[in-house]
Protein backbone atom coordinates (compact mmCIF):
# COMPACT_ATOMS: atom_id res chain seq x y z
CA UNK A 1 0.00 0.00 0.00
CA UNK A 2 1.52 3.78 -0.81
CA UNK A 3 2.39 6.13 1.96
CA UNK A 4 4.02 8.94 2.66
CA UNK A 5 7.78 8.80 3.59
CA UNK A 6 7.16 9.23 6.94
CA UNK A 7 11.12 9.44 7.53
CA UNK A 8 11.24 12.60 5.49
CA UNK A 9 8.89 14.14 7.45
CA UNK A 10 10.08 13.13 10.87
CA UNK A 11 13.44 14.72 9.46
CA UNK A 12 12.20 18.03 9.31
CA UNK A 13 11.10 18.61 12.75
CA UNK A 14 14.29 18.90 15.39
CA UNK A 15 12.39 18.19 18.16
CA UNK A 16 11.97 14.67 17.34
CA UNK A 17 15.42 14.30 18.14
CA UNK A 18 14.86 13.89 22.07
CA UNK A 19 14.94 10.86 24.23
CA UNK A 20 13.26 10.12 27.50
CA UNK A 21 13.67 6.77 29.76
CA UNK A 22 15.48 5.25 26.32
CA UNK A 23 13.01 5.94 23.66
CA UNK A 24 12.51 8.68 21.72
CA UNK A 25 9.51 10.97 22.47
CA UNK A 26 6.13 10.12 21.19
CA UNK A 27 4.46 13.63 20.33
CA UNK A 28 1.19 12.69 20.67
CA UNK A 29 -0.08 16.36 22.12
CA UNK A 30 -0.63 17.77 19.02
CA UNK A 31 -4.03 18.79 20.01
CA UNK A 32 -2.49 21.46 22.45
CA UNK A 33 0.26 22.48 19.64
CA UNK A 34 2.54 20.54 17.17
CA UNK A 35 5.95 20.90 16.77
CA UNK A 36 7.53 23.19 14.62
CA UNK A 37 9.63 22.08 11.72
CA UNK A 38 13.07 23.61 11.03
CA UNK A 39 11.72 25.92 7.92
CA UNK A 40 9.70 27.80 10.60
CA UNK A 41 12.42 28.38 12.89
CA UNK A 42 14.41 29.45 9.85
CA UNK A 43 12.11 32.18 8.86
CA UNK A 44 11.30 33.77 12.60
CA UNK A 45 15.28 33.72 13.05
CA UNK A 46 16.06 35.06 9.24
CA UNK A 47 13.01 37.92 9.60
CA UNK A 48 14.76 39.32 13.37
CA UNK A 49 18.69 38.76 12.03
CA UNK A 50 17.75 40.11 8.65
CA UNK A 51 14.71 42.43 8.93
CA UNK A 52 13.41 42.96 12.04
CA UNK A 53 11.47 46.76 12.06
CA UNK A 54 8.04 48.12 12.47
CA UNK A 55 6.39 48.85 9.69
CA UNK A 56 5.73 51.36 7.21
CA UNK A 57 9.21 53.61 7.24
CA UNK A 58 11.26 54.55 4.44
CA UNK A 59 14.45 51.99 4.54
CA UNK A 60 15.38 48.63 4.00
CA UNK A 61 14.17 46.78 6.85
CA UNK A 62 10.39 48.54 7.17
CA UNK A 63 9.64 47.61 3.63
CA UNK A 64 11.02 43.96 4.05
CA UNK A 65 8.86 43.72 7.08
CA UNK A 66 5.95 45.23 4.93
CA UNK A 67 6.71 43.22 2.35
CA UNK A 68 6.89 39.87 4.61
CA UNK A 69 3.13 40.86 6.03
CA UNK A 70 1.73 40.78 2.82
CA UNK A 71 2.86 37.98 1.64
CA UNK A 72 2.35 36.48 4.64
CA UNK A 73 -1.59 37.33 3.92
CA UNK A 74 -1.64 35.82 0.40
CA UNK A 75 -0.15 32.48 2.03
CA UNK A 76 -2.45 32.33 4.78
CA UNK A 77 -5.34 33.34 2.16
CA UNK A 78 -4.48 30.33 0.32
CA UNK A 79 -4.77 28.76 3.67
CA UNK A 80 -8.49 29.78 3.91
CA UNK A 81 -9.16 30.15 0.52
CA UNK A 82 -10.08 33.60 0.60
CA UNK A 83 -7.98 36.79 -0.61
CA UNK A 84 -5.27 38.43 1.49
CA UNK A 85 -7.41 41.44 3.01
CA UNK A 86 -9.64 38.99 4.52
CA UNK A 87 -6.93 37.45 6.26
CA UNK A 88 -5.58 39.01 9.96
CA UNK A 89 -3.43 38.64 12.92
CA UNK A 90 -3.62 38.49 16.60
CA UNK A 91 -2.08 37.92 19.77
CA UNK A 92 -4.04 34.23 19.75
CA UNK A 93 -7.48 32.95 18.72
CA UNK A 94 -9.03 34.17 22.00
CA UNK A 95 -8.01 37.77 21.87
CA UNK A 96 -9.05 38.17 18.26
CA UNK A 97 -12.31 36.52 18.70
CA UNK A 98 -12.99 38.86 22.07
CA UNK A 99 -12.40 41.92 19.91
CA UNK A 100 -14.81 40.80 17.32
CA UNK A 101 -17.46 39.81 19.90
CA UNK A 102 -16.82 43.18 21.42
CA UNK A 103 -17.21 44.70 18.18
CA UNK A 104 -20.38 43.21 17.51
CA UNK A 105 -21.56 43.35 20.28
CA UNK A 106 -21.31 47.43 19.94
CA UNK A 107 -24.72 46.90 17.78
CA UNK A 108 -26.54 44.93 19.90
CA UNK A 109 -29.94 45.50 21.60
CA UNK A 110 -31.06 43.89 24.84
CA UNK A 111 -33.12 40.60 23.92
CA UNK A 112 -30.88 40.11 21.09
CA UNK A 113 -29.63 36.37 20.74
CA UNK A 114 -26.93 34.59 20.04
CA UNK A 115 -25.96 30.88 19.51
CA UNK A 116 -23.03 28.97 20.88
CA UNK A 117 -22.58 25.14 22.06
CA UNK A 118 -21.99 22.73 24.84
CA UNK A 119 -19.14 21.37 22.56
CA UNK A 120 -17.11 24.26 21.85
CA UNK A 121 -13.83 25.63 23.56
CA UNK A 122 -14.41 28.38 25.91
CA UNK A 123 -12.04 30.36 23.36
CA UNK A 124 -15.71 30.72 21.53
CA UNK A 125 -17.76 30.62 24.44
CA UNK A 126 -16.70 33.01 26.78
CA UNK A 127 -16.19 36.14 24.74
CA UNK A 128 -20.06 35.90 23.82
CA UNK A 129 -21.25 35.07 27.43
CA UNK A 130 -19.81 38.23 28.26
CA UNK A 131 -22.31 39.83 25.95
CA UNK A 132 -25.15 39.15 28.69
CA UNK A 133 -23.92 41.91 30.72
CA UNK A 134 -25.71 44.32 28.18
CA UNK A 135 -29.03 42.40 27.80
CA UNK A 136 -28.04 39.96 25.09
CA UNK A 137 -29.62 36.31 25.85
CA UNK A 138 -26.68 33.46 25.09
CA UNK A 139 -28.43 30.60 24.06
CA UNK A 140 -26.33 27.36 23.88
CA UNK A 141 -27.08 24.35 21.79
CA UNK A 142 -27.05 20.98 23.44
CA UNK A 143 -24.87 17.96 22.67
CA UNK A 144 -25.50 14.78 23.12
CA UNK A 145 -23.49 12.62 25.52
CA UNK A 146 -23.49 9.40 24.63
CA UNK A 147 -22.27 10.00 21.02
CA UNK A 148 -20.55 13.57 21.86
CA UNK A 149 -22.02 15.26 18.81
CA UNK A 150 -24.54 18.45 18.80
CA UNK A 151 -28.44 18.14 19.23
CA UNK A 152 -29.41 20.13 15.35
CA UNK A 153 -32.67 19.04 16.22
CA UNK A 154 -32.61 21.70 19.26
CA UNK A 155 -30.28 23.88 16.75
CA UNK A 156 -33.19 23.98 14.64
CA UNK A 157 -35.43 25.44 16.82
CA UNK A 158 -32.97 27.56 19.00
CA UNK A 159 -32.18 29.67 15.57
CA UNK A 160 -35.33 32.46 15.76
CA UNK A 161 -35.73 34.83 12.39
CA UNK A 162 -35.06 38.98 13.70
CA UNK A 163 -33.64 37.65 17.34
CA UNK A 164 -30.66 35.54 16.67
CA UNK A 165 -27.79 37.44 15.67
CA UNK A 166 -24.53 35.19 16.24
CA UNK A 167 -24.15 31.97 15.59
CA UNK A 168 -20.60 30.61 16.72
CA UNK A 169 -18.95 26.75 16.70
CA UNK A 170 -16.38 25.07 16.56
CA UNK A 171 -15.14 23.10 13.70
CA UNK A 172 -14.03 20.58 15.32
CA UNK A 173 -13.88 19.44 18.79
CA UNK A 174 -10.80 19.90 20.57
CA UNK A 175 -11.55 17.58 23.11
CA UNK A 176 -12.50 14.65 21.66
CA UNK A 177 -12.39 15.24 17.77
CA UNK A 178 -15.67 15.14 16.70
CA UNK A 179 -16.19 17.50 13.29
CA UNK A 180 -19.38 19.61 13.17
CA UNK A 181 -21.61 20.70 9.74
CA UNK A 182 -20.12 24.44 10.16
CA UNK A 183 -21.25 24.71 6.54
CA UNK A 184 -25.07 23.90 7.85
CA UNK A 185 -24.96 26.43 10.66
CA UNK A 186 -23.67 29.18 8.04
CA UNK A 187 -26.82 28.59 5.76
CA UNK A 188 -28.73 28.94 8.70
CA UNK A 189 -27.30 31.93 9.66
CA UNK A 190 -27.53 33.75 6.62
CA UNK A 191 -31.36 32.80 6.26
CA UNK A 192 -31.67 34.67 9.76
CA UNK A 193 -29.70 37.41 8.99
CA UNK A 194 -27.20 36.41 11.97
CA UNK A 195 -22.93 36.24 11.51
CA UNK A 196 -21.40 33.45 11.79
CA UNK A 197 -18.09 32.58 13.57
CA UNK A 198 -16.49 29.64 13.04
CA UNK A 199 -13.67 28.21 15.88
CA UNK A 200 -11.13 25.91 13.46
CA UNK A 201 -8.68 26.39 15.54
CA UNK A 202 -8.46 22.17 16.44
CA UNK A 203 -9.70 21.50 12.74
CA UNK A 204 -7.17 23.52 10.69
CA UNK A 205 -4.50 20.66 11.43
CA UNK A 206 -6.60 17.89 9.94
CA UNK A 207 -7.96 19.37 6.72
CA UNK A 208 -8.06 21.77 4.20
CA UNK A 209 -10.57 24.89 5.26
CA UNK A 210 -12.55 26.31 2.58
CA UNK A 211 -14.51 29.74 3.98
CA UNK A 212 -16.03 30.55 0.78
CA UNK A 213 -17.43 26.83 0.48
CA UNK A 214 -18.40 26.95 4.13
CA UNK A 215 -19.62 30.31 3.64
CA UNK A 216 -19.08 31.62 7.19
CA UNK A 217 -18.57 35.41 8.28
CA UNK A 218 -15.51 34.66 10.19
CA UNK A 219 -13.22 31.67 11.24
CA UNK A 220 -10.54 32.01 13.57
CA UNK A 221 -7.73 29.32 14.33
CA UNK A 222 -3.89 29.39 15.64
CA UNK A 223 -0.89 28.98 13.83
CA UNK A 224 0.93 26.65 16.59
CA UNK A 225 -1.77 24.37 16.22
CA UNK A 226 -0.40 23.63 12.09
CA UNK A 227 3.44 23.50 12.92
CA UNK A 228 3.81 27.65 13.53
CA UNK A 229 4.21 29.65 16.04
CA UNK A 230 1.75 31.47 19.47
CA UNK A 231 -0.52 33.53 16.79
CA UNK A 232 -3.55 33.78 16.38
CA UNK A 233 -5.05 33.77 12.38
CA UNK A 234 -8.25 35.18 11.37
CA UNK A 235 -10.70 35.19 8.09
CA UNK A 236 -13.10 37.76 8.03
CA UNK A 237 -15.20 38.29 5.09
CA UNK A 238 -14.47 42.23 3.28
CA UNK A 239 -17.80 43.00 3.32
CA UNK A 240 -19.07 42.21 6.91
CA UNK A 241 -15.70 43.25 8.43
CA UNK A 242 -16.08 46.61 6.59
CA UNK A 243 -19.18 47.29 8.39
CA UNK A 244 -18.18 46.19 11.64
CA UNK A 245 -17.10 48.60 14.81
CA UNK A 246 -14.28 47.45 15.79
CA UNK A 247 -12.71 48.64 18.68
CA UNK A 248 -9.89 50.36 17.29
CA UNK A 249 -7.25 53.78 17.84
CA UNK A 250 -7.99 56.73 15.96
CA UNK A 251 -4.45 56.50 14.72
CA UNK A 252 -4.90 52.86 13.42
CA UNK A 253 -5.75 51.77 9.41
CA UNK A 254 -9.27 51.91 9.09
CA UNK A 255 -9.40 49.30 6.26
CA UNK A 256 -10.16 45.53 6.57
CA UNK A 257 -7.99 43.27 7.53
CA UNK A 258 -6.32 46.07 9.78
CA UNK A 259 -8.82 47.03 11.33
CA UNK A 260 -9.16 43.55 13.23
CA UNK A 261 -5.85 44.03 14.44
CA UNK A 262 -4.57 46.00 17.76
CA UNK A 263 -0.98 47.74 18.11
CA UNK A 264 2.60 46.41 16.70
CA UNK A 265 2.00 43.23 15.23
CA UNK A 266 4.46 39.69 15.99
CA UNK A 267 6.28 40.24 12.88
CA UNK A 268 8.66 37.37 13.62
CA UNK A 269 5.41 35.15 14.32
CA UNK A 270 3.74 36.26 11.29
CA UNK A 271 6.77 35.01 9.82
CA UNK A 272 6.71 31.48 11.15
CA UNK A 273 2.96 31.11 10.28
CA UNK A 274 3.57 31.83 6.60
CA UNK A 275 6.61 29.27 6.64
CA UNK A 276 4.48 26.72 8.43
CA UNK A 277 1.78 27.04 5.63
CA UNK A 278 4.81 26.54 2.53
CA UNK A 279 5.78 23.38 4.49
CA UNK A 280 2.33 22.10 4.61
CA UNK A 281 2.43 23.08 0.75
CA UNK A 282 5.56 21.15 0.00
CA UNK A 283 3.86 18.32 1.85
CA UNK A 284 1.13 18.19 -0.49
CA UNK A 285 3.72 18.26 -3.26
CA UNK A 286 5.38 15.81 -2.42
CA UNK A 287 2.32 13.61 -1.84
CA UNK A 288 -0.22 14.56 -4.19
CA UNK A 289 -0.70 11.29 -5.76
CA UNK A 290 -2.34 9.86 -2.87
CA UNK A 291 -4.55 12.33 -2.75
CA UNK A 292 -5.50 13.27 -6.69
CA UNK A 293 -8.50 11.62 -6.53
CA UNK A 294 -10.05 13.47 -3.68
CA UNK A 295 -8.71 17.15 -4.85
CA UNK A 296 -11.28 19.37 -6.07
CA UNK A 297 -11.71 20.71 -9.51
CA UNK A 298 -9.93 23.91 -10.61
CA UNK A 299 -7.46 24.07 -8.22
CA UNK A 300 -3.99 25.66 -8.92
CA UNK A 301 -0.78 26.76 -7.46
CA UNK A 302 -0.17 26.73 -3.82
CA UNK A 303 -3.66 26.92 -2.90
CA UNK A 304 -3.88 23.07 -4.73
CA UNK A 305 -0.55 22.21 -2.88
CA UNK A 306 -1.98 22.90 0.45
CA UNK A 307 -5.59 21.14 0.20
CA UNK A 308 -3.28 18.32 -0.84
CA UNK A 309 -1.06 18.81 2.31
CA UNK A 310 -4.04 18.77 4.57
CA UNK A 311 -5.52 15.84 2.45
CA UNK A 312 -2.46 13.50 2.87
CA UNK A 313 -2.16 14.44 6.64
CA UNK A 314 -5.80 13.16 6.71
CA UNK A 315 -4.73 9.84 4.71
CA UNK A 316 -1.84 8.89 6.93
CA UNK A 317 -3.31 9.65 10.55
CA UNK A 318 -6.57 8.55 9.46
CA UNK A 319 -5.32 4.40 9.82
CA UNK A 320 -3.64 5.26 13.11
CA UNK A 321 -6.35 7.17 14.76
CA UNK A 322 -8.79 3.67 13.79
CA UNK A 323 -6.27 1.45 15.46
CA UNK A 324 -6.08 3.72 18.65
CA UNK A 325 -9.70 3.57 18.73
CA UNK A 326 -9.88 -0.22 17.89
CA UNK A 327 -7.04 -1.22 20.26
CA UNK A 328 -8.23 0.99 23.49
CA UNK A 329 -11.90 0.41 23.09
CA UNK A 330 -11.09 -3.44 23.55
CA UNK A 331 -8.98 -3.33 26.80
CA UNK A 332 -11.44 -3.25 30.18
CA UNK A 333 -11.33 -0.71 31.48
CA UNK A 334 -10.82 1.72 28.91
CA UNK A 335 -13.44 3.99 28.15
CA UNK A 336 -12.81 6.01 24.51
CA UNK A 337 -15.30 9.45 24.23
CA UNK A 338 -15.99 10.59 20.56
CA UNK A 339 -18.08 10.01 17.56
CA UNK A 340 -19.33 7.10 16.36
CA UNK A 341 -17.82 5.67 13.35
CA UNK A 342 -18.60 6.95 10.12
CA UNK A 343 -19.25 10.73 11.99
CA UNK A 344 -16.59 12.68 10.47
CA UNK A 345 -13.59 13.53 13.01
CA UNK A 346 -10.27 14.37 13.60
CA UNK A 347 -7.49 11.98 14.16
CA UNK A 348 -7.58 13.06 17.69
CA UNK A 349 -8.73 10.32 21.03
CA UNK A 350 -9.23 10.95 24.05
CA UNK A 351 -10.74 8.28 26.53
CA UNK A 352 -10.40 7.51 30.75
CA UNK A 353 -9.36 4.57 32.28
CA UNK A 354 -11.28 3.49 35.57
CA UNK A 355 -9.76 4.02 38.82
CA UNK A 356 -6.89 6.03 37.71
CA UNK A 357 -7.19 9.92 37.20
CA UNK A 358 -6.20 11.78 33.85
CA UNK A 359 -3.22 13.29 35.35
CA UNK A 360 -1.89 10.35 36.55
CA UNK A 361 -1.96 8.73 33.35
CA UNK A 362 -0.70 11.27 32.09
CA UNK A 363 2.18 11.57 33.84
CA UNK A 364 3.06 7.85 33.87
CA UNK A 365 2.92 7.72 30.01
CA UNK A 366 5.28 11.05 29.97
CA UNK A 367 8.08 9.16 31.94
CA UNK A 368 8.09 6.51 29.28
CA UNK A 369 8.06 9.36 26.53
CA UNK A 370 4.49 9.22 25.61
CA UNK A 371 3.40 12.85 25.74
CA UNK A 372 -0.37 12.90 26.14
CA UNK A 373 -2.76 15.62 27.55
CA UNK A 374 -5.23 15.42 30.43
CA UNK A 375 -7.81 17.94 31.58
CA UNK A 376 -10.85 19.56 30.10
CA UNK A 377 -8.38 21.49 27.63
CA UNK A 378 -10.91 24.55 27.93
CA UNK A 379 -13.82 22.52 26.83
CA UNK A 380 -15.00 22.53 30.30
CA UNK A 381 -18.45 22.63 29.21
CA UNK A 382 -18.67 19.01 27.39
CA UNK A 383 -16.04 17.74 29.90
CA UNK A 384 -18.99 19.04 32.08
CA UNK A 385 -21.61 17.33 30.77
CA UNK A 386 -19.65 14.33 30.22
CA UNK A 387 -19.42 13.63 33.88
CA UNK A 388 -15.78 13.48 33.91
CA UNK A 389 -14.62 16.70 36.22
CA UNK A 390 -14.30 14.61 39.30
CA UNK A 391 -11.76 12.39 37.57
CA UNK A 392 -9.75 15.03 36.40
CA UNK A 393 -11.12 15.03 32.86
CA UNK A 394 -9.93 12.86 29.58
CA UNK A 395 -6.46 11.58 28.75
CA UNK A 396 -6.21 12.96 24.92
CA UNK A 397 -3.97 12.22 22.21
CA UNK A 398 -3.53 13.80 18.96
CA UNK A 399 -1.97 12.78 15.88
CA UNK A 400 0.72 14.85 13.31
CA UNK A 401 2.06 14.05 10.01
CA UNK A 402 4.91 13.26 12.13
CA UNK A 403 3.14 10.24 14.62
CA UNK A 404 3.65 6.53 13.51
CA UNK A 405 1.75 3.30 13.90
CA UNK A 406 5.02 2.26 16.23
CA UNK A 407 3.89 5.29 18.41
CA UNK A 408 0.54 4.67 18.27
CA UNK A 409 1.26 0.50 19.39
CA UNK A 410 3.38 1.94 22.31
CA UNK A 411 0.60 3.87 23.65
CA UNK A 412 -1.76 0.52 23.54
CA UNK A 413 0.86 -1.41 25.08
CA UNK A 414 0.94 1.10 27.99
CA UNK A 415 -2.31 2.27 28.73
CA UNK A 416 -3.33 -1.45 28.80
CA UNK A 417 -0.21 -2.06 31.18
CA UNK A 418 -1.93 0.82 33.21
CA UNK A 419 -5.38 -0.74 33.40
CA UNK A 420 -4.09 -4.39 34.23
CA UNK A 421 -2.40 -2.39 37.36
CA UNK A 422 -5.48 -0.17 38.13
CA UNK A 423 -7.90 -3.57 38.34
CA UNK A 424 -4.98 -5.12 40.83
CA UNK A 425 -3.30 -7.17 38.19
CA UNK A 426 -6.13 -9.01 36.79
CA UNK A 427 -6.71 -10.21 33.25
Not at 325 to 336: C, Q
Amino acid sequence: MPHIDTDFVRSQFPALARIISGQPVAYLDGPGGTQVPQRVLDAMRDYLVTSNSNIHGFFATTEETDAMIAGARETLGDFFGCGPDEVAFGANMTTLNFLLAQAIGRDLQPGDEILITEIDHEANRGPWLHLAERGVLVREVPVHTSTCTLDWDAFETMVKPGRTKVIALNYASNAVGTVSDVARAAARAREVGALSVVDAVHYALHGPIDVKAIGCDFLLCSAYKFFGPHIGVAYARRPVLDALRTLTLSTQEPEPPFKLETGTLNHEGIAGAAAAIEFIADFGRRNEDLVADELPDGLQGRRRAIVAGMLASEWHERPIARRLIEELSAIDGVTVYGPPAGHPRTSTVSFTIDGIEAADVCRTLGERGLFLWDGHFYAFKLVERLGLMDRGGLVRAGLAPYNTMDEAERLIAAVAELATSARGGRT
